[in-house]
C-alpha cells in the first residue's frame, strides 16, 4: 500500500458521477438559471438561534417547495478572538483557552496544543502521561460522539435519543471530574505531561464504565438502527463522494464515511496509537448513515483503545523533567534554590518557547485538527492557528445538498457534526 | 416573629434557605427582596399568579457555546429540571419565558439575541449563564461583549465556566424563589448595564 | 516563494506531487517582529540542550522575516507514508495573492478569514467578504497594529 494513493479503489462503486462541488463558489450553493426569476423560491434564514442544537450557526436557504435550490452558509455568530487573546497571553495560560475552541471534545484542543509547544521545545514526555493522555482523549472521543449522537437524534425525531446519550456522557464527565477536578474544560494537559498526578480511584472507576459503556452502545443501535424512520432519514441523504470529500478537505467521520481509509492515528500516529490495536471504520455509502455509523463504531473502538491503556498504564512520572519548562516537585522548594528560581521564573515570566514554526495535527472527533503555532522565542505565542474540522465541514453543505429536500438540510448538517466554537474560534 | 422583624423567605414555606443553619441572619439577596416587598405588598392573587408562573417557566432554546452542553444535561435525567416544569425549551421566543443565555455573546451575535428577547412576551425572565454571559469571562477582547447584560436586563447571573447543573439549577430556584417573593422581573427595576 | 508562481506551483504540487488535501492555509503578521530581544536559556528548534544555552547572557534577536505577512498553506497527501508540505508565500501590506480555489476547493473559506482578519486579499477569489467578523466591521483584527479591545475591569472594591 505504501506510495499509492488510498483514497479510492477502482472497484468500488462510485457515489455519484462527477463532482457536485458547485461550479462558481465551492461552498455556496446558488440558484439555477431556470429558477433565478422565479416567483416559487422562498429564501428562508435558519437563523442563528434555532432548535437545532448545534450552536450558532446561519443557513440562507432558498426553497423551491420542499426542494432546497439554494444555500449559503453564515458564520461568525461566534467569534471570541481566540487566537488574538492567546496572543496577550503566556503559553501556559494559553492551554486555558484551547479547550473552549471545540468544547465538545475538549481535552483534544488541549492536546494539540499541548503537542506543538512540546514539539518546538523538543521535549519528552514521560510515557505514563503518554498513556493517560490516550485514555482521556479517547473518553473525550466517546463524549464528542454520545452528544452528537443525542443531539441528532434529537433533531430527527428519535428524541429518547438524547437521554440515552446523556446518561453515559454523565458518567464519563464523572470521570473526569475524579481525574481533573472540572467536568468539561479540564486543563489537565500541561506541556511535558499532565498537571498533576493521577488521583487514586480513577483506574477502577474508568474500568467500570469500560464494562458498561459497550451494553450503552448496544441501546442505542437498537433503538434506532432498525427502525424504518431513521433509516428512511438518513439512508441516501447527503451524498458526497471521495474525491469531492478530499477537494473539500474533509476529514474525520465524513471522509470515512465516503469511503476514504484515512485515519490520522493510523496514519501519522501520535501519542500512544502506534501501540495500541484498534480498527477504523470505512463506510462506502457517503451518506448520512453512513457518517453515523462510522461514529458508532468508533465509539465502540475507543472503549476498546481505554480498555487496552488502562491494562498498560505504565507508571513513573507523569510531567516532564526538565526543569526550565515544568514546575519543580514542591518538596524541592524548601531546600534547593535554583528550584525556587526556576519555579519563580516558570511561573511569573512563563518559559520561553525556541523560535520557530509548527504545525500538528491530531485526529479529533470531527476529523483533523490542526494546530499551527509561530514563535519569536519569547515567553508569549506570536501566532496560534487553530485548523478546525468544522469550518471546513462547513464548506461542504453546498455540496452534500444536492437534490435534498428541508427535513433532509436538518440531517445532513447534523451529520456533519460542526462545532460551531471550533468554526468561529 | 416580632413585627419589626422583616419576614425571611423560609416564612413562605420556601425551602432554599440554609436550614443547617437556622441562626444564619438574612443574606444580601434577601434584604433586597425584603426591602423591595415592603414596598410591592403582594396580594393573594398575585401570590397564585407568581406561582404558576414559577412552576412552569419554559425557557428558549438559547444555546450558544459551552454552557449549552450543561444547559443540556440539566435535561437530562441526572438533573432532570422536568421536576421544576422546566423540561419544555420552546424553540420559539414567543412561547418561551425565560432566556438562559448560555455562552459567549460576541457583537455579531448580539443583534440577534437582542431580536430574540424582544419577541419574548412579558414578563420575561433572563438568565445570564456562565461566566462569559455575565462579563465577557475570560475573553477581554474586540469582540466578546463584556457581558450580556449590556442588551438586555438579567435577572440572575450563573457564575462559572461552565456553571456545574447543579450550580445552573440552583440558580433556576433562586429566580423561581425571587418571582414567588414578588420580585419584578429585570426589566421593571433596571435597565441595561453601562 | 513569491506569490506569483503560487497558481503554478500549487497545480504541481497537486498533480504531480500527489498533495491532494489542503489541511490548512495560515496567515501570520510578523509586524514588530525582532524588536524585542530575549536573552537568558533559550534554545534553537532542533531540541534543547541543558548543558549549552544559546545566548550566553547575550541579547538575541529572532531572525528577521522577508515580509509583512507570512501566509502558509498546509498540505498532505492522502497515502500511507505521505509527509507533510508547508507552501509559504510572503507578502507585503496590500499585496494580492492568487488564489488556490481552482486546485483545492476547501481552500474558499480558508482565503475569506484571511482577507477578514488580515487583509490580505486573494485574486480571482470568487466570494471575498467577511465571514468571521460582521460585515461592516472596521479593520483586521489579527494583525498586530490593531489593538486587542475589551474593557478595563472594574473592581467592586475601588472607588
Known sequence: ?425 | MAIDEPPRLRDYGLQSERLLWPTKGPSVFEQEVAAMERAVGLTTLEKAVAWAQSRSMWPDTFGLACCAIEMMSIVTSRYDIARFGMEAFRSSPRQADLLIVSGRVVHKMAAPLRQVYDQMLEPKWVIAMGACASSGGMFNNYTTLQGVDKIVAVDIHVPGCPPRPEALIEGIVRLHEKVMAGVPPAYEIRGVAS | MDTPRLAEAARHVRDELGFNFLSDVSAADYLGWGEVGVSGYIATAGGRDLNNPSTRGLQRLPRPKPRRFSLSYHLLALRRDAARVRLQVWVDEGEPVPTVVPVWPTADWHEREAWDLFGIRFDGHPNLSRILLDDDWDGHPLRKDYPIGGEPVRFSGEE
Not at chain 1, 450552536?55 to 432558498?62: A, M, N, P, T
Not at chain 1, 453515559?168 to 468539561?184: N, P, Q, T, W
Not at chain 1, 498526578?197 to 443501535?221: H, R, S
Not at chain 1, 519569536?376 to 444536492?402: H, I, N, Q, Y
Open chain 1, 1 to 425: 500500500m505504501s506510495g499509492s494513493l488510498v483514497a479510492i479503489a477502482p472497484e468500488r462503486p462510485r457515489i455519484y458521477e462527477g463532482s457536485r462541488i458547485p461550479a462558481r463558489i465551492p461552498s455556496v450553493l446558488e440558484l439555477g438559471e431556470e429558477l433565478r426569476d422565479s416567483e416559487d423560491v422562498l429564501r428562508i434564514n435558519f437563523g442563528p438561534n434555532h432548535p437545532s442544537t448545534h450552536g450558532v450557526l446561519r443557513l440562507i436557504v432558498d426553497l423551491n417547495g420542499e426542494e432546497v435550490v439554494g444555500l449559503a452558509a453564515v458564520v461568525g455568530y461566534l467569534h471570541t478572538g481566540f487566537e488574538k487573546s492567546m496572543e496577550q497571553k503566556s503559553w501556559w495560560k494559553a492551554i486555558t483557552y484551547a479547550p473552549r475552541i471545540d468544547y465538545l471534545s475538549f481535552q483534544q484542543n488541549e492536546l494539540v496544543f499541548v503537542l506543538a509547544v512540546e514539539k518546538m521545545l523538543g521535549i519528552e514526555v514521560p510515557r505514563r502521561a503518554t498513556w493517560m493522555r490516550t485514555l482521556l482523549a479517547e473518553l473525550n472521543r466517546i463524549h464528542s460522539h454520545l452528544v452528537w449522537l443525542g443531539t441528532a437524534g434529537l433533531e430527527l425525531g428519535a428524541i429518547s435519543m438524547f437521554w440515552y446519550c446523556f446518561r453515559e456522557r454523565e458518567r464519563i464527565l464523572d470521570l473526569f471530574e475524579l481525574v481533573a477536578g472540572f467536568r468539561m474544560h479540564t486543563r489537565y494537559f500541561q506541556v511535558g505531561g499532565l498537571a498533576e498526578e493521577i488521583p487514586p480511584g480513577f483506574f477502577e472507576e474508568c474500568a467500570k464504565f469500560v464494562e458498561v459503556m459497550p451494553g450503552a452502545i448496544d441501546d442505542y443501535e437498537a433503538l434506532v438502527d432498525r427502525s424504518p424512520i431513521w433509516l428512511e432519514r438518513t439512508k441516501g441523504i447527503g451524498l458526497l463522494s471521495a474525491d469531492d470529500a478530499i477537494a473539500l478537505g474533509q476529514s474525520g467521520p465524513v471522509l470515512r464515511g465516503s469511503g476514504v481509509d484515512w485515519d490520522l492515528r493510523r496514519a501519522q500516529p501520535y501519542l500512544a496509537y502506534d501501540q495500541v490495536d484498534f480498527r477504523v471504520p470505512v463506510y462506502h455509502e457517503g451518506d448520512v448513515w453512513a457518517r453515523y455509523r462510522v461514529r458508532m463504531e468508533e465509539m465502540r473502538e475507543s472503549v476498546r483503545i481505554v480498555d487496552q491503556a488502562l491494562r498498560r498504564m505504565p507508571d513513573g512520572p507523569w510531567i516532564a523533567d526538565d526543569r526550565k519548562v515544568v514546575l519543580p516537585p514542591r518538596e524541592e522548594l524548601h531546600t534547593s534554590m535554583e528550584s525556587l528560581i526556576h519555579h519563580f521564573k516558570i511561573v511569573t515570566e512563563g518559559f520561553r518557547v525556541p523560535e520557530g514554526e509548527v504545525y500538528v495535527t491530531i485526529e479529533s472527533p470531527r476529523g483533523e485538527l490542526g494546530c499551527y503555532i509561530v514563535s519569536d522565542g519569547g515567553p508569549r505565542p506570536w501566532r496560534v492557528k487553530f485548523r478546525a474540522p468544522s469550518f471546513v465541514a462547513l464548506e461542504a453543505t453546498a455540496t452534500c445538498m444536492s437534490d435534498a429536500l428541508v427535513a433532509d438540510l436538518i440531517a445532513i448538517v447534523g451529520s456533519l457534526d460542526t462545532v460551531m466554537g471550533e468554526v468561529d474560534r
